[in-house]
Antibody, heavy 116, light 108 residues
Framework: QLQLQESGPGLVKPSETLSLTCTVSGYSIGSGYYWGWVRQAPGMGLEWIGSVHHNGITYYNPSLKSRFNISMDTSKNQFSLKVTSVTAADTAVYYC?????????WGQGTLVAVSS | EIVLTQSPATLSLSPGERATLSCRASQSIGNYLAWYQQKPGQAPRLLIYDASDRAAGIPARFSGSGSGTDFTLTITSLEPEDFAVYYCQQRSNWPRCSFGQGTKLEIK
């Protein structure tokens, strides 16, 4: 069955770039659907970051500044998130999910802390 | 930007009782609303989509209703495992989406 798994560093220094990867199994992401990222700051609600289509088109939360970039590597069946110039406000659990109109399959999430 | 407002922020009920959670959109979103359940330390789980359709494997005690700007998630006869945080989400300008701030359903 479809499974998603986030991976990346648990700790990033302020002003550096955060890079996360979501590895998908059970479905070829190049075959269709959007694939997205959602984050959740400690004790807070869910925030949609953006999604990438299997043809490479991306959409982002307009409320977020242009520090976020989502890309896809269909050869590895992975999609990725990069966040530049991170601050403590970027500390959160980051989830990847399939955006099939609704977010119907999620990874378990990975906690990323921004601290020196 | 469409804003979703959930109420109440916290709902305290006992097992066996009926829960009614509300989600209001700042403008009409048709039936493009979903509900998610999130338990501590877990990813959200899709419960309801298109305002009233249950996702696969979701028990019949969960139901959704509403259209336009006002939506409701109802849980009849609460089970111990239903105590969690619930989020509504809109997709009227999909693939963009946004979430409400959540309602915590706690045991009274």
């Amino acid at each position: 069955q479809l499974q998603l798994q986030e991976s990346g560093p648990g700790l990033v220094k302020p002003s550096e770039t955060l890079s996360l990867t979501c590895t998908v199994s059970g479905y070829s992401i190049g075959s269709g659907y959007y694939w997205g990222w959602v984050r959740q700051a400690p004790g807070m609600g869910l925030e949609w970051i953006g999604s990438v289509h299997h043809n490479g088109i991306t959409y982002y939360n307009p409320s977020l500044k242009s520090r976020f970039n989502i890309s896809m590597d269909t050869s590895k069946n992975q999609f990725s998130l990069k966040v530049t110039s991170v601050t403590a406000a970027d500390t959160a659990v980051y989830y990847c999910a399939r955006n099939r109109q609704w977010l119907d399959h999620w990874g378990q999430g990975t906690l990323v802390a921004v601290s020196s | 930007e469409i804003v979703l407002t959930q109420s109440p922020a916290t709902l305290s009920l006992s097992p066996g009782e009926r829960a009614t959670l509300s989600c209001r959109a700042s403008q009409s979103i048709g039936n493009y609303l979903a509900w998610y359940q999130q338990k501590p330390g877990q990813a959200p789980r899709l419960l309801i989509y298109d305002a009233s359709d249950r996702a696969a494997g979701i028990p019949a005690r969960f139901s959704g209703s509403g259209s336009g700007t006002d939506f409701t998630l109802t849980i009849t006869s609460l089970e111990p495992e239903d105590f969690a945080v619930y989020y509504c989400q809109q997709r009227s300008n999909w693939p963009r989406c946004s979430f409400g701030q959540g309602t915590k359903l706690e045991i009274k």
